[in-house]
């Protein structure tokens, strides 16, 4: 059941084929193979064996996939770390991971080497590109000495493939055990709620989002289940607004995966018109709400299909997305993926009707074996056989997915329930508004009141009684803001959700 047999399979269905782009070089599956055994046996050979753990900690390069193929092939478990953690959130991860070896790249070298400093169970830290200090291992020396070709360890469909550390917006981060059982079915999944085999041929997809990410992973192995020629990946080590406009003209590009904020700063840049971006016919979007505003401006301008979708890193992590076969329905996510169960539940976690607002839970072979040494919130995450994802929506009578905020987040005022997403889909309608969050402070009155930190557009104006009107005019007014700050960006994680609880912080 070990993942690293999709390559192999990926490459006995169409032989040696054009699997990743990056900075204008092709790698083959061949290519991805040989590179994943020489990383492999370079593990071997400091003692790295099944069960034991590896982070991979670096910008977007092919040695991230490389290596993620690598670790599996010897049975190992892949600790993706976002390369833009500070030292102490890393040291963190290192520490609770119970990480034996850690895979680098030169500009994170110091900031591992110092993270990972003292901790015994971290045996080695291996560098790629560039000048390794004498506490670390040259990636290219081990690959050097290694061979390429590395049989596969045979795993059971329940051993732990991957562990990635959530992104902690509600205390210290824990360590999300998905197993190989996990990522197959998510990305079996992900294959077919993306209809690619409606188009009947390979697609060039642009890559952006940080690979050392659930996202990453899944990416990968759905693309080893593409059945056409044709069909490879531009990778990119970082968001440029610029540069992935100059890949979509130069590559055709048909597909891309953004989160909102991505896709705003893309439908504003200047240099949008400057290039042939015809290609471009399907983005999906995740990880925070969708404004319709957005939505409708960003398909009419570049005339693309926009597919929504929503998951969780417990979740392997995608849950529902929105079909471009199915009719489009605003604000939704669409349907679950195949062999997944959405149910809607109250604070007694009992089931509701269509169009009643609850807890999303989730059920289906992708969802988590476990938090890592927590077995108590293992417990209370898994308990009645449902995933409690924390977030707040509902189903519609044909089994549409609406997610209206996270449960933390919702406001009670005066015993009314408030979701903050629908106030901010209602500010950021005004003109001058360019983002908005909203959460809930203390009153002595009604127990929770409004607030709302807005950021205005470049060269706009806006006062908070004028705000405030704007919303009274559309929504009931115990739902509207009685507080606005007006900031110049809002706080957020590396994967673009608003950080909620650093807001909490300002007020």
């Known amino acids: 059941m070990n993942l690293a047999n999709l390559l192999e399979q990926h490459i006995e269905r169409l032989g040696e084929s054009d699997y990743l782009v990056f900075q204008d070089r092709v790698y083959t599956n061949v290519d991805m193979k040989r590179l994943a055994c020489r990383i492999g046996n370079a593990l071997r050979s400091l003692g790295v064996g099944r069960g034991d753990h590896v982070v991979v900690s670096m910008p977007n390069y092919p040695e991230v996939m490389a290596a993620f193929q690598g670790i599996w092939r010897v049975g190992a478990v892949i600790i993706p770390i976002m390369f833009m953690l500070g030292p102490d959130e890393t040291r963190y991860i290192l520490e609770d991971s ?167 700063i893309l439908l504003n840049h200047p240099a949008a018109d400057k290039y042939d971006l015809s290609s471009l016919k399907r983005c999906i979007i995740s990880a925070a709400p969708v404004t319709p505003e957005l939505y409708k401006a960003f398909t009419e301008k570049f005339k693309v299909e926009m597919l929504e979708g929503y998951g969780l890193t417990e979740a392997s992590p995608a849950v529902a997305l929105c079909r471009g076969s199915m009719p489009y329905k605003p604000g939704s996510c669409g349907v679950p993926f195949p062999n997944v169960e959405v149910r809607i539940v109250d604070d007694e976690d009992r089931f509701l009707p269509p169009y009643e607002h609850g807890e999303i839970v989730v059920r289906g072979p992708n969802v988590m074996k476990g938090y890592y040494k927590r077995p108590q919130e293992t417990a209370q995450a898994l308990r009645n056989g449902w995933l409690h994802t924390g977030d707040i929506g509902y189903l519609d009578e044909e089994g549409y997915l609406y997610i209206t905020d996270r449960k933390k987040d919702m406001i009670i005022k005066g015993g009314e329930n408030i979701y903050p997403s629908e106030v901010e889909s209602y500010l950021v309608e005004h003109p001058s508004v360019s983002e908005a969050a909203v959460i809930g402070i203390r009153d002595e009155k009604y127990g929770e009141d409004v607030m709302a930190f807005v950021v205005l557009r470049p060269g706009q104006e806006a006062s908070e009684e004028e705000l405030i009107a704007f919303c009274q005019g559309k929504l009931a007014k115990f739902k509207c803001p009685a507080r606005i700050k007006f900031v110049e960006a809002l706080p957020k994680t590396l994967v673009g959700k608003v950080q909620k609880g650093e807001l909490r912080k300002m007020v």
């Open 98 to 264: 119970d990480a034996k070896v850690v895979i680098t790249s030169k500009e994170l070298q110091d900031k591992i080497l110092q993270a990972s400093e003292g901790i015994p169970h971290v045996k080695h830290v291996i560098v790629m590109g560039g000048e390794v200090s004498p506490r670390a291992l040259s990636l290219e020396g081990l690959l050097a000495e290694a061979s390429d070709e590395l049989d596969i360890v045979e795993v059971d469909e329940d051993d732990v493939a991957l562990m990635i550390y959530t992104s902690g917006t509600t205390g210290r981060p824990k360590g999300v055990m998905l197993t190989h059982g996990n990522l197959y079915s998510n990305a079996v999944g992900g294959w077919e709620a993306n209809e690619f085999d409606r188009l009947g041929r390979g697609v060039p997809t642009l890559l952006c989002l940080p690979l050392a990410h659930s996202f990453g992973v899944v990416v990968m192995n759905a693309g080893f289940l593409n059945p056409y020629p044709g069909a490879f990946y531009v990778l990119m080590s970082w968001f440029n607004p610029e540069e992935i406009f100059q890949l979509i003209e130069r590559y055709k590009i048909y597909a891309f995966t953004g989160v909102p904020t991505m896709y705003h």
